[in-house]
């Protein structure tokens, strides 16, 4: 299997995520990673009491980085919606299918190589979540993809809670809920799915 090149990485504005949800407009996997590389920066500002994040320059580079191309695989083999992926693990028997897959494409960081601490990994998953959830609070057409959102708020709300237990040092439900307020996101969802009972999400 090839591994991932700067012409795939060139081309993640062609691809389109959201495939199974309707959305006002679509959204690209380089809109998404620069949102996600974005929100990130801004959560690492807000989940220490001094601002201060980094040991070093290069480790600040490493997460830049890491946050802006934690998706390039997909531009190998596509966006695929999250139930799809259900359906592949349960098929193959395999929970960790895309993660296996995603480290034969991209093994290491572009540009910065080797692999982020277990901290760092945590601020581009909730950044991850925070994205797609600012996603659909603005582009959100109909029931399920108001759903999708809904449950999307639920994940990131058990995220962070998971996230606060493996590193209690950091401020993570403060930091996340001053993030969203800043991204205009002000009023949480009335009701949120549980998205670990809702396979379509």
């Not at 090839?2 to 990485?9: A, I, Q, S, V, Y």
């Not at 799809?84 to 480290?103: C, H, I, Q, S, W």
Request: charged share 25%.
């Amino acid at each position: 299997m090839r591994e991932l090149t700067f012409f795939d990485m060139a081309r993640s504005s062609d691809v389109k995520r959201w495939h199974i949800i309707n959305t006002v407009r679509p959204q690209t996997v380089a809109e998404h990673s620069f949102m996600v590389a974005l929100i990130a920066l801004e959560l690492t500002k807000k989940l220490t009491v001094t601002g201060s994040f980094f040991d070093s320059p290069r480790e600040q580079f490493q997460f830049l980085c890491a946050a802006l191309f934690h998706d390039m695989p997909e531009t190998v083999y596509g966006d695929l919606p999250t139930p799809g992926k259900a359906v592949m693990r349960e098929f193959t028997e395999n929970p960790y299918m895309f993660d296996e897959l995603d480290m034969r494409i991209m093994p290491n960081v572009p540009y910065a190589e080797g692999l982020l601490s277990p901290s760092l990994g945590w601020i581009i998953r909730v950044a991850d979540l925070m994205e797609a959830y600012h996603f659909l609070c603005n582009n959100a057409a109909g029931p399920y993809a108001k759903q999708v959102r809904d449950a999307l708020y639920g994940r990131l709300i058990k995220f962070t809670a998971e996230a606060s237990s493996a590193m209690p040092n950091l401020k993570w439900p403060s930091a996340v809920i001053e993030t969203l307020k800043d991204l205009g996101l002000t009023k949480p969802p009335a009701v949120y799915g549980d998205a670990e009972k809702d396979e379509r999400i």
